[in-house]
């Protein structure tokens, strides 16, 4: 049973992560109604320079690496990706209001691959390493009722803690507030969003802001555990299923997505994998996702998909 707690526990924190990848997905779905594909190099993009200046700004300053100069860092790096959807929505998403979503997908990964080269030329393409201060040891739970007790990582423990808070944050922020009912009208129709006077170019920046700073704690998180390396732009593979569960434009449909994946992955490895030679985790979400496209496409709270005739 403790076992069975500990693998159930690692599920939970990495479904977490994966959740917050997939709201950046959600975010730029809502707000443009296009799959953004840019988001893993977003990721990749935003951790290369959280890593070059959290060990640029104490030479410049001629201070120690710490908490200091990992706050300087965050803020210029969440600056850099406000700067960076800015330029996105002045380049390229204000060229292409009202055009077909294929367009737009294209666009994206456009700026996938501009990010993908952009970031490595500018900021080197060696592996970097993040670190934020998060502990590396595990701790023992529940000794008292399990023999040995159940082993967590309080790595994995935190960085579920602050996806949690973000998520929370962001569900709130989207829900309740003006800017979450703009981004829902610009989301159905762009033309008639601005005919009512929502400014289209200024719901665009803040939601790729967001997606940015997502992108950003997304980053971190992974990076601080794997470095800094072009995979991380790969992790944005793993919210794709995630997204196609939950529903592209959920964002509660994207926590329960990436914490059903998450579960699914670490339980069907342990205890299926044995049985048909291992390697489960790496195709389950996929697996998954593809049944429910064939079952449920819209995702389990995604809208309906209703078909006009």
């Given at each position: 049973m403790a076992?069975f707690?500990?693998?159930?526990?690692?599920?939970?924190?990495?479904?977490?992560?994966?959740?917050?990848v997939?709201?950046?997905?959600v975010?730029?779905?809502?707000?443009?109604?296009?799959f953004?594909?840019?988001?893993?190099?977003?990721?990749?993009?935003?951790?290369?320079v959280?890593?070059?200046?959290a060990?640029?700004?104490p030479?410049?300053?001629?201070?120690?690496?710490?908490?200091?100069g990992n706050?300087?860092?965050i803020?210029v790096?969440?600056?850099?990706?406000?700067i960076?959807?800015w330029?996105?929505?002045?380049?390229?998403?204000?060229?292409?209001?009202?055009?077909?979503?294929?367009i737009l997908?294209?666009?994206?990964?456009?700026?996938?691959?501009?990010l993908?080269?952009?970031?490595?030329?500018?900021f080197?393409?060696?592996?970097?390493?993040?670190?934020?201060?998060?502990p590396?040891?595990?701790?023992?739970?529940m000794?008292?009722?399990?023999?040995?007790?159940?082993?967590?990582?309080?790595?994995?423990?935190?960085?579920?803690g602050?996806?949690?808070?973000?998520?929370?944050?962001?569900?709130?922020?989207?829900?309740?507030?003006?800017?979450?009912?703009?981004?829902r009208?610009?989301a159905?129709?762009?033309?008639?969003?601005?005919?009512?006077?929502?400014?289209?170019?200024?719901?665009?920046?803040?939601?790729?802001?967001?997606?940015?700073?997502?992108?950003?704690?997304?980053?971190?998180?992974?990076g601080?555990?794997?470095?800094?390396?072009?995979?991380?732009?790969?992790?944005?593979?793993?919210a794709?299923?995630v997204?196609?569960?939950g529903?592209l434009?959920?964002?509660?449909?994207a926590?329960?997505?990436?914490?059903?994946?998450?579960?699914?992955?670490?339980?069907?490895?342990?205890?299926?994998?044995?049985?048909?030679?291992?390697?489960?985790e790496?195709?389950?979400?996929?697996?998954?996702?593809?049944?429910?496209?064939?079952?449920?496409?819209?995702?389990?709270?995604?809208?309906?998909?209703?078909?006009?005739?």
């Amino acid at each position: 049973m403790a076992f069975f707690l500990e693998t159930l526990f690692g599920g939970l924190m990495v479904g977490t992560l994966y959740a917050l990848v997939a709201i950046g997905f959600v975010l730029i779905f809502k707000a443009s109604g296009v799959f953004n594909f840019a988001q893993g190099a977003m990721v990749l993009f935003s951790a290369l320079v959280m890593a070059r200046f959290a060990e640029w700004i104490p030479q410049w300053l001629g201070m120690e690496p710490g908490l200091v100069g990992n706050l300087l860092a965050i803020v210029v790096t969440l600056v850099g990706m406000v700067i960076v959807a800015w330029a996105i929505e002045r380049l390229a998403l204000r060229h292409l209001v009202n055009q077909e979503p294929i367009i737009l997908l294209m666009a994206t990964l456009g700026i996938a691959y501009l990010l993908d080269g952009f970031g490595p030329m500018v900021f080197g393409s060696e592996v970097y390493s993040i670190n934020v201060g998060m502990p590396k040891d595990p701790v023992f739970l529940m000794e008292s009722t399990f023999e040995g007790g159940v082993m967590i990582s309080l790595e994995d423990l935190m960085a579920a803690g602050i996806a949690a808070v973000m998520v929370a944050a962001l569900s709130i922020f989207f829900q309740k507030t003006k800017t979450g009912r703009a981004l829902r009208a610009v989301a159905d129709d762009h033309q008639a969003a601005q005919s009512i006077g929502i400014p289209l170019s200024r719901i665009w920046v803040i939601v790729w802001s967001v997606a940015g700073a997502v992108a950003l704690v997304v980053g971190i998180i992974w990076g601080s555990k794997l470095g800094v390396q072009y995979s991380l732009s790969l992790v944005a593979l793993k919210a794709l299923p995630v997204v196609i569960l939950g529903g592209l434009t959920s964002l509660p449909g994207a926590i329960i997505g990436g914490l059903i994946i998450g579960v699914g992955e670490k339980l069907s490895e342990v205890y299926l994998g044995p049985m048909v030679g291992g390697g489960i985790e790496t195709w389950f979400a996929y697996g998954l996702a593809l049944c429910f496209l064939l079952v449920r496409p819209q995702g389990l709270f995604g809208d309906k998909i209703i078909d006009r005739v």
